[in-house]
Nanobody
């Protein structure tokens, strides 16, 4: 059974940092590209960042470029999202996801096969 378990969310002030983790089990982690998405109250789920299987290629949503960094530890079956200089508009539930298609990485929800339950990030002004 595939499980993706996010952790590291919380309540912080604007300008603070958080590091999200997503621990994967039940799958061969290294053959999946990984992504982070978020969903704010009343809005749809949106792409945040993605990383290819080796960790050598990343891609970010424009609004988080230069502030967020996605990385992965294939030996530890974990993907991370380092979030710096957080803003109130970053408030959302953050989800990690695993994609097993032939694509190298993806910003599209439809390309992902497995999803975590999410972790809440709240940024106060």
């Amino acid at each position: 059974q595939v499980q993706l378990v996010e952790s590291g969310g919380g309540l912080v002030q604007a300008g603070d940092s958080l590091r999200l983790s997503c621990a994967a089990s039940g799958l061969t982690f290294g053959v999946y590209f990984m992504g982070w998405f978020r969903q704010a109250p009343g809005k749809g789920r949106e792409f945040v960042a993605t990383i290819n299987r080796s960790g050598g290629t990343t891609w970010y949503f424009d609004s988080v470029k230069g502030r967020f960094t996605i990385s992965r530890d294939n030996a530890g079956n974990t993907v991370y999202l380092q979030m710096n200089r957080l803003k109130p508009e970053d408030t959302a539930v953050y989800y990690c996801a695993a994609g097993g298609s032939r694509m190298a990485y993806s910003g599209s929800i439809d390309d992902y096969d497995f999803w975590g339950q999410g972790t809440q990030v709240t940024v106060s002004s």
